[in-house]
Structure formats: structure tokens, C-alpha cells
């Protein structure tokens, strides 16, 4: 363990190794075997976590289902307390935890203590979601016969989270079932135990202060204890966020038992730049959603489709703007761009790009591994023919293509013309253009921004994305009700038998 990460980790009260498998208490006898997490901006190895076996999995199931039974009888308010207090927590650890995200997955400080904010405003807007899980009450067609729908907690939600949302998603998931009266299951990527762990010591010392049942599991583990969540029933729901590969076999075990899952996958999101746009806005917010997270978000801009008219000019800016971006160490001050994750991530932009070289593709800037410790990149801006087909996948890298669009309807094409449908943004003055582009023949993405970036979402909207992107939606809005079961109650009170629809039977 290096000085560096020492200090991180005691500031949370982590040692040299962990168990990985909390399950009412924290388990020695975790059988998953060790696994180090290492640190992506020197390589150095930070920890080693004992992590759990797919049995283990079994008994953190089994456990959470036990808390969830008395879970379930505490009323949504008095688990929006909990809630409330688990987010004065975070508050309290809001360096400490942006720090380890830092050091554990090499995402900026400043990005990583925006991440356990996303946390803190998930908690605050649970607390107030708690005493607003509304039913509707509806008018029977029978005489002295009341009609309504309520909600019901669902059981154990299994969360499985990658590593460049470390925290975040798992607060989305697990803080909004919390106040449905759920119990979680936790899978954290295996780029980011630490963490998870962090995270669980942290909200489990809230827990227990307070009496209340354990209900926030954790299983870190490989993808056996992912496939043995998925396909366990006794987890009515599995959220799972990664790639769409990983999410075909979630959909797949989940449906196979008829249970529910809720796919948070790759997206492959474009901005549309018109002509008539603004065009520092448009390199500002390009540069923050493409270079961002070193261009590891799901929501991270992939492709630029910029007008022909302006195309040469907001690259030119662009590739300016990249020159620029100060690459380093994630916890440095100043630093706006850290490493990527791992050796593997750095291969991929790497293939990546020699496939676009060979489908005739020009690299602009960037694009070559930097010579130092750790798994830095330059960031990169690719011109694109039409039909680069590496553009169509996700490669989670700072590769940014660039396409020329000839009028907004060419642009909305191509906008809609890959299998992904998370993230869409457009920039321009023109209203017409704005409204087109957010109307039903418009982008076909779960978000939709203007004069935006295509990354960033505020955790009061639905957060999620069509076709290959899963469908899921999380985090703000009505998307608790994915986290609840829903019944419809019919009440006679008239002492007569009334049939709907009119039919008589027998009389
Ligand atoms: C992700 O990359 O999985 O909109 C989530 C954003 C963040 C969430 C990203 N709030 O960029």
C-alpha cells in the first residue's frame, strides 16, 4: 500500500484487506477468493478484498430477505428518516468518499465529489419521495363498490453497478428501494469494491444506530455472483448497470424465472450542432461530455454531428480546446482528465481507433497512450465518413467522431441510426430546430438536451435509454414505482354481489 492510498483509506477506516461480503454483519469467511483493486494512475495496488463465492451470494440473499420481512412493516416515512440520516452521512464523508472514488477508478476529484453529491440530492429527494408514494383512487362502475391502486415494497432488488458510476448508481437504486421498503443486494464492479465497501461500512453504522434491520447487502464478486442474482427468485428485481452484453444475459436469467430486470445499458450519444449555433457554447459543452470522466460515462458524447457549414470551424476549436486539457493525476488540482480504468480500457481505445484508421478515418489529435505509470490517454477527435462502422459501438474511451450533417432531418438520422438510445443533445437558436429535435419524430433517446452536453443528468428526471440501452429508468421522477409492487383493490360495501361489465350470473 502506498502513502497515498493509505491516507485515503484510513480517513474511511479501511485497512490493507477487506471482506467484501456484508451480509447482517461483516463476514470473514467470504470464499470468493482475493482480489486487489489497484490504482489506475500508477498501477500500484491500493487493497485486497476478500471477495464472495456465488454461495455467498445465496446467504446475502437470504439475509436481506429476512430484513426485508420486517423492513416492510415500517412505515415509508419513518424509512424516509433513515434515508435522511444515511444522506447526513454522506455529507459528512463527502471528501473522503470522493477521494477514494478518485484513487480507485481515476475519475477527477472534482467529478468524483460530484458523484457523492448525486448521492446526497438521491437521499434528500427519497426523504421526500417517502411520503409521496401515491396511489390513485378510481370511480368503480359497480354501485357502493370502491376502486383504488396502492404500492406495495417488491422484496430483495439485486443492484449490480460498474465501476465509473461507483457510487452514484448504487444510491439511485438502493436509497429510492430503501424508502419502498426494499432490501438491496449489492454487486459492485470489480474495478471498485473499495468503495462499495466504504459505502457500506459508512451506511450501515447509520443503520444500526438506528435499529432498524440490516437492509443494504453488499456481495462483491466476479460475474458468477451476478449470474446467481439474476437468477435467484427470491430477487423479484435485478437493476443492472453496464454493458449490453452483461445486460442481455441480466434480461435474459431474469426473464427466464419471470422476474424483473432493470437495464441501465452502453449508449453511443451524439450532439447535433446546427448552423446557426453558438459555438463556444457548443465547444464548452462538447468538451465537458466527451473528454469528461476521460470519456468513461455512459452518457459521454461519442459523436459530433455538426452542420457542414460550421463542421471545420467547431473542430478547429475543439482540437484547440483538447490541447489544453491538463491530464494527470485524478486527485492533483487542475488535473481535468485522469487515467482510464485499466490496461484493457487503454487497448480497446487503441483498437478502436487502428479500426476507424482502416475504414479511412483521419485522427485530428490525441489518441496515443501517455508515458508514464498508470493507463493514461490523450483524448482524441476523429473526422468520420458517414458509415464508420466502429462508430455504431461504445467504446468506453475519449474517442470523439466527427460527422457532417446537411440539414437537421439528415441529422436526426443519424442521431437515431445506432442500436444505443441513451443520451442525444442538440445545439442551436433556431426554437424550430429544438422542438423538432425533442418531438416525437425527433431524437429516439431516453434524454434529450439543448443547447447541452449529452452527460450530466440531475437526478430529478428519470434517468435511462431505449433499444439497446436497456429501457430501464432510474433515480428521479415516477421511476420508484419500478422498485414497488403495484395492487389494484376493489372494496363492495353495499352488501350486494355486482358484477363488472354488467354480466349477471345466476340471477
Ligand atoms: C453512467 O455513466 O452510468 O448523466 C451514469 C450523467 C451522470 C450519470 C452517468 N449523472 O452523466
Known sequence: MTKRSDDVLSALGLGETQSGLFAGTWRADARGGELVSIDPSTGAPIARVVQASAEDCDEAVAQAARAFEAWRRVPAPVRGELVRKIGEALRAKKTALGALIALEVGK??????????????????????????????????????????QWHPLGVVGVITAFNFPAAVWAWNALIGAVCGDAIVWKPSEEAPLTAIAITRIVDDVVRASGHPPIFALACGGRDVGARLANDRRVPLVSATGSCAMGRIVGETTARRFGRSLLELGGNNAVIVMDDADLDVATRAILFAAVGTAGQRCTSTRRLIAHKSIAKELTRRLVDAYARVKIGDPLAEGTLMGP????????????????????GAEVLCGGERVDRAGFYVTPAIVRAPRDLAIAREETFAPILYVFEHDGLDDAIAMNNAVAQGLSSAIITRDLRASERFLSAEGSDCGLAYVNMGTSGAEIGGAFGGEKETGGGRESGSDAWKAYMRRQTVVVSYGGEV????GIRFGD
Open 108 to 149: 477527477i476529484r472534482a467529478e468524483a465529489e460530484g458523484e457523492v453529491q448525486e448521492m446526497i440530492d438521491v437521499a434528500d429527494f427519497a426523504v421526500g419521495l417517502s411520503r409521496q408514494l401515491y396511489g390513485k383512487s378510481m370511480h368503480s362502475e359497480r354501485p357502493s363498490h370502491r376502486m383504488l391502486e
Open 340 to 359: 482510464l480504468v485499466n490496461a484493457r480500457a487503454v487497448d480497446g481505445m487503441m483498437k478502436a481507433l487502428a479500426a476507424a484508421r482502416a475504414e
Open 498 to 501: 355486482a358484477l363488472a361489465q
